[in-house]
C-alpha cells in the first residue's frame, strides 16, 4: 500500500502520540509498505521550533528510515488559547496542501487532532480516492468544552458538527478502549468500521532498572528518600494539583518522600505557584528529559503518580501509565472509578485506585505503598507482565496493520 500519516507531533518533540506515529510508519515501513508522514516543524511544548530546523512552507527529509513533510504552522513562545488555535489551524490547511498536491496514496491515517482535520481530511480523501482513517485518542471538543475554554453556544455546536462529520466520513476509526468506540458510535460512526487498538510502548527501550541511578543523584535525593514521580505532559486536564494537596498533607507525617515533577505543559505554572506561596520543600519541578533517558527517569521512581480531573477519565487515557508500568513501578491512579485508565490500573494489578481531585485519600494511598515494599514489588512485577502480553509493541503495531491493510481492501 501507499500510505500516508498525519500528525500534528512528531519526534524530536517529546509528545507520546508523535512517537507514537514514528514507530508506526517504521513498523509499516519494514512490512513493505510505501510510508509518508506530513507533520509539523518541531515546536512543542514551548512554541518555540527546535534548533537545526528552520520554518519554511514544505522540508522533505528521511529519518530513521522514515519520509517525512513538513509543513508550515504557526507558532508563538509560551502559546495562550488564541494562538493555539492558529497553530492548529494552520497545520490543517498546509497539511490539506501537501496532501492535496502530493502523489495518490491508498490509505490516510491522520490523528484526530487538531479538530479542525475533520472539515478537510474526508473532502480530500474522496478527490485523492484515498480511503481515510482518523486515529482517536482522546475525545474533542469534549475537554476544552468540559473545561470551559470554549463557552460560544455556536462555535460548540460547530465543534460538534465537525466530529460527527469526521466519524461519519471516515473508512475507519482506530480508538485506543471501548468507552471510546461507544463514543464514536453514539455520534454516527458505523460500529463495524471502528476498532479499538490500545497505544502501546517499546519494551525494550522502558525497562526496570536501578532506583539508586544518575537522574536521582541530579535530584539530590538519597536511599532514603521515596519518590513519589510524576512524569508527563502536564496538561489542562491532568489535575495534578491534586499531588500539591497530597504533598501538603505528607510534609510532616511523610517527610522521606518527594514529589518530582518531570515534564512541561500548561498546568505546570500554576502547579509552581502554589508551591510557592505554600512553602512545600517536598516538591521538585523537571523538564522534559532526553528521551535516551527515559527509563533512568522511571526507575527512579518508588511510587508512579496518573491524576485526572472529575469527569475525563472518559475523554483522555494519560499515556503515562504504560511508561510506568514499563518501569515495574507500582501505580496510584487518582481518577474516576468508571474510567478506562482505572480499568487498567485494576485489571493489570499494577496499583491502587482512588477517586480524582481528592487529595486525603491519595496521601493515604502514598502512605500505604510506601510502609509495604512487598507490595510496590508485587503491583509493579504485575504491571510489566501485563504490558508484554498486551501492550507489546510488535503486537499492537501488528493490528494496526492488520486494520489498515482490511480497510484499504474494501470495495
Known sequence: MKVVFVSQWYPPEQAPIGYMIRELAQAMTAAGHDVTVITGFPNHPSGVVFGG????????????????CRTYLYTKRSPGKFSRILTFLSFTLTSGGALLFGGRRDLIFAVFQPLSVGMTLPIIAKLKRSKLILNVQDLHPDVPVELGLVKNPLFVRVLRWVERTGYRSAAGLAVICEQFKAHCVGKGADAGDVAVIPNWIDLSEVVPGDRMNSFRAELGLSRDHLVVLYAGTIGMVSGAEVVLRAATILGTTLPAARF????????????????????LGNVLFVP?????????VQATADISLVTLLKGKGRSS???????????ARAVIASV???????????????????????GTKLADAIVSLATDSARR???????RRHLEGH????????????????????T
Open 288 to 296: 522534559f528529559q532526553p528521551r535516551e533517558r527515559l527509563a533512568e
Open 336 to 358: 474516576d472509578s468508571d474510567s478506562e485508565t482505572a480499568s487498567l490500573v485494576r485489571r493489570s494489578g499494577c496499583g491502587i485506585v482512588v477517586d480524582a481531585e481528592d
Open 317 to 327: 487515557v494519560p499515556s503515562k501509565v504504560l511508561g510506568y508500568m514499563a518501569a
Open 260 to 279: 518530582v515533577f518531570v515534564g512541561e505543559g500548561p498546568a505546570v505554572a500554576g502547579l509552581r505557584t502554589y508551591v510557592e506561596e505554600n512553602g
Open 391 to 410: 501492550y507489546a509493541k510488535a503486537t499492537v503495531t501488528g493490528r494496526y496493520i492488520e486494520f489498515f491493510e482490511t480497510v484499504a481492501g474494501r
Open 377 to 383: 514489588n508485587c503491583c509493579g512485577e504485575s504491571g
Open 53 to 68: 530546523y528552520r520554518k519554511r512552507l514544505c522540508l522533505n527529509e528521511v529519518v530513521d528510515g522514515v519520509k517525512l
